[in-house]
């Protein structure tokens, strides 16, 4: 039998036990460059373990649309991840809380186009998947010894389909 999830707005509230949302909502915490840029600072938890050092990656994905079957997620042990995209379409991120070392019910959030996530250490979270070309993305994520990558694959996939609540 099929299970069915819906998307849900990308909120800072309702995305707290995961990570953190990269966006510029607000006022910004500075003003600088001579008096020319705000600054929103230190928007995310960046944790690396012992071993590990930030990277800077880019990533091109491919577009996925909705209903989008999710079979997988994964999580990264050693480390946070931040997805912040180089372009202004929505895309959906798709994270479970952990229950007794595996994923639990996962949440299907929507971004609205102009926010980026930052995954906590250890978080279940689906693959990057973009709604539109291009899928370009910055990700900063641990590069270091040891392997950061564990799978879980459902027994019974679920079914992503877009909320026709507006928010």
């Known amino acids: 039998m099929p299970r069915t999830l819906r998307t849900e707005p990308l909120t800072a509230s309702a995305f707290a036990p995961f990570g953190d949302v990269l966006d510029c909502a607000g006022s910004p915490d500075r003003i600088i460059n001579q008096g020319l840029c705000g600054r929103f600072h230190d928007r995310a938890r ?11 990656s880019l990533f091109l994905a491919q577009p996925r649309t909705l209903p989008y079957p999710l079979e997988m997620v994964e999580r990264h042990p050693d480390g946070a991840q931040s997805f912040i995209p180089m372009h202004e379409h929505p895309f959906l991120v ?4 952990d229950i007794q070392g595996q994923p639990g019910i996962p949440r ?10 930052n995954l906590h250490r250890g978080i279940w979270h689906g693959v990057l998947t973009p709604l539109a070309a291009p899928g370009r993305f910055a990700v ?20 992503i389909i877009q909320s026709t609540d507006p928010g």
């Open 108 to 117: 299907a959030f929507l971004t609205d186009g102009t926010q980026g996530i």
């Open 94 to 97: 798709i994270t479970a809380p």
């Open 46 to 56: 960046l944790d690396f373990g012992t071993d590990g050092r930030a990277g800077v």
């Open 140 to 159: 900063v994520d641990r590069i270091g010894p040891g392997e950061n990558l564990e799978e879980h694959w459902f027994d019974t996939p679920w079914t």
